[in-house]
């Protein structure tokens, strides 16, 4: 008998079985597509030699993540690379706001009116980001705080809705920027902890930056599979799992799959339901000939760029998919 039986190779999947597999368990993991990595996949997509990520690409919060961290993922062949800006996001005047490793390059994008209120935002947090991060992500009651005063001042900052603390800005350079911070959730604006989302996002920038996986997002699922392997765990691919019946006896299965499947598989009726399921997105890939000619050049040497003219604009477009289930307007 196993000690757990993981059903879903994404990326959750995975870490919770490399997680076991560390402490001596025993565990197999089945997915139901030829490919691990559910999220973290990479495919020839448009052109043959183009080889696109179908689901997330950067990984601000996956170079940051303590998992990962804890594992010796580039033994593997996982290797993070950085463009000379994490983020920026360009206007249609041909400028751009930028998410920098540096908080003063950060600050002066906004220019001198938000230029202090950016800086005295967060730098009081990156001395002590690794804490703060494994904190903020810890489930509540799960685990004590490692640093409960600064997860509490963080919280002052954090539980309310983003446009609280977008108040704080005069002009709508930092405040775009940081309602695209809170775009990558795909959350209203208002919502609770909006603020927390975007300042996570802007301090993981400046604590190690927004890379991506050379050779595409399957790279990292590849090293969890491999470090998996030598930890004696096993993954069985092109395996669905229909019933309980389908998996070998195990002290624990571990599911990372959408609720509607949890339920199908293990018999649990009609439990989940009245299940909502949060808003997606749209996504296109480009086979390019060239670099996209942005006109601020800012945007030119970013590895993500965020498009939105204003914080209206973007807040509209999340309240449409969130709140109202429809496509935003172009």
């Known amino acids: 008998m196993l000690d757990a039986v993981v059903v879903g190779a994404g990326p959750n999947g995975l870490t919770a079985a490399v997680e076991l597999a560390r402490r001596g368990f025993s565990v197999a993991v089945f997915e139901a597509r030829s490919t691990v990595g559910g999220g973290a996949r990479t ?12 689901c997330s690409a950067a990984h601000p919060l996956g170079v940051n993540s303590p998992a990962f961290r804890a594992m010796p993922l580039e033994r593997y062949g996982l290797e993070w690379l950085h463009a000379r800006l994490p983020m920026a996001h360009p206007f249609p005047d041909g400028s751009a706001a930028v998410l920098s490793r540096s908080v003063a390059e950060t600050a002066a994008s906004f220019g001198p009116r938000d230029a202090g ?25 799960s685990s004590l705080p490692r640093d409960p005063v600064t997860l509490a001042r963080f919280g002052l900052v954090g539980l309310p809705p983003s446009t609280w603390l977008m108040r704080r800005f005069r002009d709508e350079r930092a405040r775009a920027l940081f309602a695209g911070l809170v775009a990558h959730v795909i959350a209203p604006l208002d919502g609770i902890v909006t603020g927390g989302v975007g300042m996570v996002f802007a301090l993981a920038a400046h604590a190690r930056g927004w890379p991506v996986a050379r050779g595409g997002s399957q790279s990292l699922s590849d090293a969890l599979t491999a470090y998996l392997t030598d930890l004696g765990g096993s993954v069985h691919t092109d395996y669905e799992v ?71 604009e973007i807040g509209a477009a999340l309240h449409a998919a969130s709140r109202a289930g429809r496509a935003p307007d172009a």
């Open 43 to 54: 495919e020839e997509l448009t052109l043959p030699g183009f080889r696109h990520d179908p």
């Open 242 to 312: 229909r019933r309980l019946d389908d998996l070998p006896p195990a002290r624990a299965y571990v599911f990372d799959t959408s609720p509607a499947a949890l339920a199908r598989i293990a018999g649990l009726g009609n439990a989940y339901d009245g299940f909502r399921y949060g808003a997606s997105v749209f996504k296109v890939d480009y086979a390019l000939d060239g670099p996209v000619p942005w006109t601020a050049e800012e945007a030119r040497a970013a590895g993500t760029v965020q498009v939105g003219a204003s914080k209206e």
């Open 117 to 141: 209120t950016y800086r005295r935002l967060v730098k009081p947090f990156l001395p002590k980001w690794d804490t703060l991060l494994r904190d903020f992500m810890s489930l509540p009651m």
